[in-house]
């Protein structure tokens, strides 16, 4: 189950998405993993959550990893992350 594809702030559109909405924390950032690690380099990921502590966590994943968190989005109880792979 994937939400449809959005493209990023600067029309980037992703190469991968990930829907975890309705997971709980570990699991939207263990599917972030899962699916960065099926990407090419500079290839982009779109991950949509409803786990507040995805907030925190991805953008802190990204910083650990090297790579690239290009736009985060908050829209009510949903967080939206366009990532680009290092």
């Known amino acids: 189950m994937t ?5 990023g702030p600067e029309g980037q559109i992703p190469d991968a998405t990930v829907d975890a909405t309705g997971l ?17 380099a500079g290839q982009i990921l779109y991950i ?3 786990d507040p502590g ?6 802190a994943f ?3 990893a090297g790579h690239t968190l290009l736009a985060t989005e908050e829209t009510g109880q949903q967080w939206r ?4 792979k290092h």
């Not at 939400?3 to 493209?7: A, G, H, L, N, T």
């Not at 995805?54 to 953008?59: F, G, K, L, N, V």
């Not at 992350?81 to 680009?84: A, D, G, K, S, T």
């Open 81 to 84: 992350f366009w990532l680009q």
């Open 54 to 59: 995805s907030a925190r966590d991805i953008p």
């Open 48 to 50: 949509v959550a409803t």
């Open 24 to 40: 709980a924390c570990p699991l939207p950032l263990l599917k972030a993993k899962q699916a960065l690690h099926a990407l090419a």
């Open 62 to 64: 990204c910083r650990l």
């Open 3 to 7: 939400p449809q594809s959005v493209p």
